[in-house]
């Protein structure tokens, strides 16, 4: 199964380690699901990460942040965007999370951003929430 991590899911990770975000992280790193993202979510992520302001905020310490970062860049599938997509006006970046799952033809986007779960699919992409899909996951695993 694919899926796309929006940003915040992936922060909402580091920032609380026993959430349903972490329990996705916990997943992708159990080899259940394919973590698929895209270059530019890719520096989002750790732009994010590694900001300042959320930095006061993150359960873990800056190896740990680090080696999360290099875990991401190496194991999960980048796949650079193969169509501009301009469908959420009111947040254009979110547009950057459905061009990552239409080029990587993901299964799942798991936000918690209301401009991508207003839209529920995309291109046959299911949109749902951390909880949404931990739920999906436990009817899937084996």
């Known amino acids: 199964m694919k899926i796309v991590l929006d940003t915040n899911v992936?922060?909402?990770?580091?920032l609380n380690p026993k959430g349903p975000p972490a329990e996705i992280v916990k997943a992708?790193?159990?080899?259940?699901?394919?973590?698929v993202t895209s270059p530019p979510l890719l520096d989002e992520l750790e732009r994010t990460l590694l900001s300042p302001r959320v930095g006061r905020y993150l359960a873990w310490g800056e190896d740990e942040i680090a080696e999360f970062l290099a875990a991401v860049h190496q194991a999960a599938e980048v796949t650079p965007p193969t169509d501009r997509i301009d469908v959420i006006r009111?947040?254009?970046?979110?547009?950057?999370?459905?061009e990552a799952a239409v080029s990587a033809q993901a299964d799942y986007i798991v936000s918690g951003d209301h401009h991508l779960l207003e839209l529920k699919t995309y291109?046959?992409?299911q949109i749902v929430t951390p909880a949404r899909?931990?739920?999906?996951?436990?009817?899937?695993?084996?």
């Open 10 to 14: 992936a922060v909402s990770a580091v």
């Open 133 to 142: 899909f931990v739920a999906i996951l436990a009817t899937t695993s084996p």
């Open 28 to 35: 992708w790193r159990a080899h259940s699901l394919t973590w």
């Open 123 to 125: 291109e046959g992409v």
């Open 90 to 98: 009111d947040d254009p970046a979110d547009n950057r999370v459905l």
